[in-house]
């Protein structure tokens, strides 16, 4: 059975072969039209750079479990716990939509290129030749401008640069995890200018990490400035408070006896002063712990890679469009001749 199927095998490919020597002209010219647009793609082919940057994300654990939060909240209750902590809708997870935000997209284009008025929007349309089209086209027809020291911007800028946010979010950014188990995510942004995709990926990656870290801990930062503004007016009134006890004891050296507003006074104002102590104390605790807790839910964005120039680009030498472009032509003629044509009577 196998030495049939061998022998079968054999013929077939005799038979293939001959058949192939009698096209030999065609595939010589298929695989030279092949070679030749090989090298024609690479002459024409934008070049693009890729600006890679990696970041690991130290997320906190849930409020309520072990460690500091559990000990708290054994103490203060969940009440307290509950005020004091922060939000777990922001996951690490969360954070790669989150680099891809329309806003956040908008923010970082409208950076200045080169320290001068032009943004990155400008030198993003002007590299991909946009401009010259807005201005030949029936619908805009007019130059187009997004320097920084024009805002706001007319509708029909912000339209247009919605459309750049638009290309950007398809084509030029990807923002993955390489590793499932790990928090490792990387951001790529792959443009025709190289100055401009190390910029964006820089400046995109500072705006999501500061946009990520004050939304977890928005709602904790905001607790700690009340109870600090608390704590500073009951220091000033138990300040107050004792030297007003002070003050009454010291008028109590000369007390006439028939007058006993003063130890009246006295003793209210050493029953405040020991009042306003003690809360002041419980603040400056309960402050204390929103300061750990801030410790705790605050993430860390810690840059692993950045992108440094020079930057990988998707360049190809001419020889190597040549190469590939001649396997190419010789290969798709070989599979069409045979596919296409019955190798037996060499029609089709």
Wanted: glycine share 6%; proline share 3%.
């Amino acid at each position: 059975m196998q030495g049939s199927i061998s022998t079968f095998l054999l013929a077939t490919l005799k038979i293939d072969l001959a058949f192939l020597r009698t096209k030999i002209g065609l595939i010589v010219g298929v695989t030279a039209l092949g070679a030749a647009l090989g090298f024609a793609y690479v002459s024409i082919k934008p070049i693009k750079y890729t600006a890679r940057s990696s970041f690991v994300v130290e997320d906190s654990k849930s409020l309520g479990g072990s460690g500091l939060m559990g000990a708290i909240s054994g103490q203060l209750g969940p009440e307290l716990l509950g005020a004091l902590g922060g939000s777990n809708l922001l996951s690490g997870e969360n954070i790669i939509e989150l680099a891809k935000s329309r806003s956040l997209l908008r923010k970082t284009f409208l950076t200045s290129y080169d320290g001068s008025e032009m943004s990155l929007a400008d030198r993003y349309a002007t590299s991909l030749k946009l401009k010259e089209d807005w201005l030949d086209s029936r619908k805009v027809g007019v130059k187009v401008d997004f320097s920084l020291t024009k805002k706001p911007y007319s509708r029909l800028e912000d339209s247009l640069l919605n459309t750049l946010i638009d290309r950007v979010i398809k084509k030029d950014i990807e923002v993955f995890k390489p590793d499932r188990r790990l928090s490792l995510f990387e951001i790529n942004i792959t443009m025709r200018d190289e100055q401009l995709a190390s910029l964006f990926c820089k400046r995109l990656l500072t705006m999501t990490s500061d946009l990520y870290i004050n939304a977890k801990t928005k709602r904790i930062k905001g607790n700690i400035s009340r109870l600090q503004h608390l704590a500073d007016s009951l220091q000033r009134y138990a300040n107050q408070r004792v030297r007003r006890t002070a003050q009454s004891n010291f008028k109590m050296l000369d007390l006439n006896p028939q007058y006993y507003d003063q130890e009246a006074e006295s003793t209210i104002n050493s029953r405040e002063e020991s009042l306003s102590g003690m809360i002041y104390a419980e603040v400056l605790k309960n402050l204390e712990i929103s300061k750990a807790s801030l410790l705790q839910e605050t993430p860390t964005i810690q840059l692993v890679d950045t992108p440094d120039t020079p930057l990988p680009s998707n360049l190809l030498e001419w020889y190597e469009g040549l190469i590939f472009g001649l396997l190419g032509g010789f290969f798709a003629s070989v599979f069409l001749l045979i596919f296409l044509f019955d190798p037996k009577n060499g029609t089709e």
